[in-house]
């Protein structure tokens, strides 16, 4: 929807396009897809493990920068994966 409205890529663009591609053992469709993936799955895996990780503010503020500058690089005319 974030797409159709500005014309952009948002950080979870091609999200469910990469799971799928993963699953099926396509390891660079789903990085061609979304790279932002490939940083997420650690993350959450390290939060499942030890909850009390998320709850700190400098973790919080770290994944918010992360995913926004995510979002303005894949933005950027020379990204190399367009969608």
């Known amino acids: ?3 159709q409205l500005t014309g952009l ?3 979870g663009c ?3 396009r990469a799971v799928f591609h993963l ?3 396509d390891i660079a469709g789903a990085f061609r897809l979304n790279q932002f993936l490939f ?3 650690p993350f959450v895996m390290i939060g499942m493990q030890w909850p009390s990780f998320l709850k700190r ?4 503020w770290t994944a918010v920068f992360v995913t926004a500058g995510y979002g303005v690089i894949r933005n950027l ?3 190399p994966y367009p969608l």
């Open 57 to 60: 503010p400098a973790v919080a």
């Open 39 to 41: 940083l997420v799955v």
């Open 77 to 79: 005319p020379f990204w």
């Open 9 to 11: 890529q948002c950080p």
């Open 23 to 25: 699953l099926h053992g």
């Open 1 to 3: 929807m974030f797409h």
């Open 14 to 16: 091609g999200a469910t």
